[in-house]
């Protein structure tokens, strides 16, 4: 008995011949463009792209109260705003047939470019065949949700660069300086609401739909929501367009709650100890080396092991001649492991000596206790940033062609000589501008999470 087998070929070597112009097939002689059925379907393309900006834009809670600004394609990487100069009162009667002194008028400009930004994963060809998930719909859900999420802190980043701060007061009525200074207690009350709102009013920040916009971090808004005052968004929701992200409202400020909300903490210094122990200090240093950053002039050298990881930190110092007293802070520019040296961007605020400590300087309340006070030992807190915004405070580059972007590779185009993976990403262009410093203020506080919660990529 004779059995016979019928062979199927399926795009093999014979089938699809490269040739100058376009695939060949070596059997029949038929051709088939390069752009043809290797390409994802138009459908495909388009039902990708609408799942990736769905899913990028749930994250993108700041940028919804910025001014959009274009930048045509082939007109460069940097973009300028201009925006004219406020003329005073005049209330100064004029006199009969006497011309009065012209006032001078101008524009201010600010200019930023943009940067490009992006991401991908590689799908196996057994992975995707052999998967019980849909895995480029996965996939794209999850870029989605990167691509927000980066967009976002790209941009709160940006924003907390303002310098218009208040701290929020402790349990005395006492509001700190600095935010080393900032004790647990120093938490987002309805009384704090209201002096940021009374300062945006004085800076004469125009309203966003006629209210103030505040941007919320979930911790902080635990401790404000608690108050009677408050007022849930669905109570008014019928009568004002709901901002993405929106919560409520209190003392005249609406309030929109993200995760992404800045928050500002420390990290341990050394592999062993939350702060390093200073040994000697030097404001004239020269001739140093560094393993990682740049020597400075001035030099902290320690006590414990240190590592590469603690160039671009803030620290801290506590002053031991004065009562552990916290001053600071100081960006860290380069370090010597070797020698335990670290080097700082200026000299340090009191000339530290033998006794005194370096401290993580990022968030709130950082000191090593050594006075036996029932706080615990080496535990610093979790510092919150709340963004209060009038209209038009900055300004967003949408730059013509280099918005969010889909890009699927199929294993034909890009797997190999054997079809093996292909890939899904994403790439975008972004650039963003304080636009009017007086239409913002940053207000940091702790709250009831501040001894668990940690830092969120939140850079200034």
């Not at 001014?67 to 004219?84: S, V, Y």
């Not at 940021?196 to 739909?209: C, G, M, Q, R, S």
């Not at 240093?285 to 990682?292: F, L, P, R, Y």
């Amino acid at each position: 008995m004779m059995t016979i087998i019928d062979l199927q070929r399926h795009a093999d070597a014979g089938t699809l011949v490269n040739a100058t112009g376009n695939y060949v097939n070596a059997y029949d002689g038929s051709t088939i463009a390069f752009s043809g059925v290797n390409d994802l379907s138009a459908g495909m393309k388009t039902f990708y792209n609408t799942a990736l900006l769905e899913n990028a834009r749930g994250n993108l809670v700041h940028a919804q109260f910025g001014r959009k600004q274009g930048l045509p394609a082939n007109n460069g990487k940097t973009i300028e705003w201009r925006k004219w100069n406020t003329l005073p009162k005049a209330l100064k009667p004029l006199t009969e047939g006497v011309i009065p002194t012209g006032q001078k008028f101008g524009q201010t400009s600010m200019t930023t470019s943009i940067s490009q930004h992006g991401m991908f994963v590689a799908v196996t060809d057994l992975l995707d065949l052999h998967h019980v998930d849909p895995v480029i719909a996965g996939a794209t859900e999850e870029l989605g949700a990167s691509a927000g999420a980066t967009e976002d802190t790209l941009l709160r980043n940006i924003l907390l660069q303002g310098t218009n701060v208040m701290f929020a007061e402790n349990g005395n009525g006492v509001a700190p300086n600095y935010r080393y200074e900032l004790t647990e207690d120093c938490v987002l009350t309805p009384d704090v609401v209201h002096k940021a709102k009374t300062k945006l009013v004085k800076l004469k920040a125009p309203k966003i739909d006629n209210s103030y916009v505040a941007i919320i971090h979930p911790s902080v808004a635990y401790d404000l929501t608690k108050d009677e005052t408050w007022v849930d968004f669905h109570k008014y929701a019928a009568t004002a367009e709901i901002f993405q992200g929106e919560i409520g409202e209190i003392r005249g400020v609406r309030f929109v709650e993200t995760t992404e909300a800045g928050i500002f903490a420390g990290a341990p210094l050394t592999a062993s100890t939350r702060y390093a122990s200073v040994s000697a200090y030097s404001a004239s240093a020269s001739g140093g080396t560094a393993t990682a950053g740049v020597a400075t002039p001035y030099r902290v050298t320690v006590s414990e092991a240190i590592s590469n990881d603690l160039v671009g930190k803030s620290v801290n110092f506590q002053d031991a001649s004065d009562g552990n007293k916290l001053v600071g802070t100081c960006l860290i520019k380069g370090v010597n492991t070797s020698s335990k040296y670290i080097y700082l961007a200026t000299a340090a605020p009191v000339t530290l000596a033998s006794g005194d400590f370096v401290v993580p300087g990022d968030g709130a309340g950082e000191i090593h206790v050594t006075d036996g006070s029932a706080r615990a030992v080496d535990q610093g807190y979790a510092c919150y940033a709340t963004l209060f915004l009038g209209k038009d405070a900055f300004g967003i580059i949408d730059p013509a062609g280099g918005g969010l972007e889909m890009i699927v590779k199929t294993r034909e185009q890009i797997g190999g000589p054997l079809n093996q993976f292909s890939t899904v990403g994403y790439k975008f262009e972004f650039g963003a501008k304080i636009l009017y410093e007086d239409r913002m203020v940053r207000v940091e506080s702790c709250s009831a999470y501040s001894t668990t919660d940690e830092a969120n990529d939140t850079v200034i």
